[in-house]
């Protein structure tokens, strides 16, 4: 899925993923983003893992100015660079997530939301395994994904994404229970309360699974 947002669904594109998202799902946008952000300090040095074209580091500008994207699509970096982040101190950059550039205990604060724990199409225990690496001792992770009580709400998004051929036809023989399949080769997974209970079940860090708005699964991880 990395080739998908890197050639097919960025920058502009991407921004229009979100600017057709119905009302219940701009709601889900505004939960994710409020969860985030009443956990940054003005302090916090912040990484957001799947930072896209920066949608939520601007949301997060008013909580702190040391704020870090990265992401694998270089246009939706440069577009929100010119667009959305032209006069901030906020550092978009090309990186892999399970091969951070950064040196060990670097951020205060670390996320990935919006079902990037998916998006990123990697091992989701070495993604959260190198987040822990460049969180400082303390410090907070978060990682987020579809509740199975948004489903529909979820699929009339992405059958308006595939309507608008940003994404490719949806293949309803193969959709469902949480996974949605295009045409083209798009494939869009969740991660439920059991499989976040999972991934973390072999860290010795303090773990919190949640539910936000009927919408979001969120795991907290203390470094």
Known sequence: MTDYYSKKLSAERLKLCYKLAPPR???YFE????????RINPSDVVLELGCGYGRVLEKLLPRTKNLFGIDVSYESLLYGTNEFLPSTDCLLMVMDGIALGFKDD????VFCIQNGISAFDV????LIKEALRVTKPGGRLLFSSYSHKFWNDRLKWFELQAESGLIGEIDYELTGNGVIICKDGFKATTFS???FEMLTSDLDNDVKIFEVDYSAFFCEIIA
């Open 106 to 109: 670097k951020f205060d604060f």
């Open 193 to 195: 309360h059991i499989d």
């Open 31 to 38: 939960a994710e983003i409020n969860t985030v952000s009443k």
């Open 25 to 27: 799902v701009q709601q």
């Open 123 to 126: 091992n989701p225990k070495s």
